[in-house]
């Protein structure tokens, strides 16, 4: 079956405007994570959703990051006045219940480069 | 996605050799743990999984051995082939918890 999927695979941006990047999960799958990976540091984790639970948005590193999820499906990770930090490939995960145990799998990455 | 970094460590090893990478986590409290192999432009991909109350879980051409005495968890990879080159990543999930806390990778590059 089809995997997880970001549009758009590449973004690039100047210094303070706003970004939106999609993420569309494996068909069934109840939680969505996402993750971003900068040059030089591995992955850290900025958001969750499982359901229609709360999201555990404890790794969001700043106001400035917000990401909802529509329908229990798709989300949208929106950078608002974005900065050259931002500057990294935001990556999207899905598993099938969330419950810390079962296996996420990745989407491909959305590059964003702010200038 | 791509690969993180310039600086991280790398295995060489001779096609056909066993692999193996090491990875020491954080938390005394994770009780899941994944590896992931990460191509140039590619997300990870999910190689093995293991949980607490295990010690080795083998699957094809891999093996991942955990012990948690010294919080160490290994990638063994058999008959290492070049298509195997790429970052590898552990992962821990710490309990109670749903995301993933990964380690920093390390490069795996296969000579013929």
């Known amino acids: 079956g089809a995997g997880v999927s970001q549009s758009p695979s590449n973004k690039v941006t100047e210094k303070g405007k706003d970004v939106e990047l999609r993420c569309d999960p494996i068909s069934g799958h109840t939680a969505l994570y996402w993750y971003r990976q900068s ?14 639970s709360a999201p555990d948005k404890s790794g969001l590193p700043s106001d400035r990051f917000s990401a909802e999820r529509t329908g229990g499906s798709v989300s949208t990770l929106t950078i608002q006045r974005t900065q050259q930090e931002d500057s990294a490939v935001y990556l999207c ?6 419950d ?5 799998y990745f989407g491909p990455g959305t590059r964003l480069t702010v200038l | 996605g791509e690969s993180v970094g310039l600086h991280l460590p790398t295995l060489s090893v001779q096609e ?3 692999s193996i990478i090491n990875c ?9 743990f994944i590896w992931y192999k990460q191509e140039s432009g590619k997300g990870p991909q999910f190689i093995i999984d293991i949980r607490s109350n295990m010690d080795k879980r ?10 948690k005495t010294v919080k160490h968890l290994s990638l063994q990879i058999a008959a290492t082939q070049p298509g195997d080159s790429a970052v590898y990543f552990c992962a821990e999930t710490p309990g109670g918890y749903n995301k993933l806390i990964f380690g920093a990778g390390t490069r795996l590059a296969v000579h013929p």
């Open chain 2, 24 to 32: 020491a986590y954080s938390n005394s409290a994770s009780d899941y």
């Open chain 2, 58 to 67: 083998q699957g094809q051409r891999v093996t991942v051995l955990l012990n």
């Open chain 1, 39 to 52: 040059l030089g540091q591995g992955l850290e984790f900025l958001i969750y959703f499982q359901g229609n």
């Open chain 1, 93 to 98: 995960a899905s598993s099938l219940v969330g």
């Open chain 2, 16 to 18: 056909g050799d066993n």
């Open chain 1, 100 to 104: 810390g145990a079962d296996t996420q």
